[in-house]
């Protein structure tokens, strides 16, 4: 069973930082790829940021600049680093993994954690 826990999120101010970790239970390796989604008040759940097993990384356009994603496999470890923080990347985040097993694939979610930025 895999588990995702979350921590890092908070209250900022607009203009600030904060970064998000995920560790994971296990190994990351076995994963295709890892990731950050964010879902504001009323809103659809959103991708963010991509990291695959190569170390490919993907960013949607509206935090590009600001926001980085890396891993650190020996702490089996996902961070999101979030500069410039706006009132609207105000959301809850959370964390995936994406494994493929023999042509299934099965996604991973962590609990989310709750980042509130401030005007």
């Known amino acids: 069973q895999v588990q995702l826990v979350e921590s890092g999120g908070g209250l900022v101010q607009a203009g600030k930082s904060l970064t998000l970790s995920c560790a994971a239970s296990?190994?990351?390796?076995?994963?295709?790829?890892m990731g950050w989604y964010r879902q504001a008040p009323g809103k659809q759940r959103e991708l963010v940021a991509t990291i695959s097993s190569a170390g490919a990384k993907n960013l949607v356009d509206s935090v590009k600049g600001r926001f980085t994603i890396s891993a650190d496999n020996a702490k089996n470890t996902v961070y999101l680093q979030m500069n410039s923080l706006k009132p609207e990347d105000t959301a809850v985040y959370y964390c995936?993994?994406?494994?493929?097993?023999?042509?299934?694939?099965?996604?991973?979610w962590g609990q989310g954690t709750q980042v509130t930025v401030s005007s």
């Open positions: 995936n993994a994406r494994e493929r097993d023999r042509g299934a694939t099965l996604d991973y």
């Open positions: 296990g190994s990351i390796f076995r994963f295709t790829a």
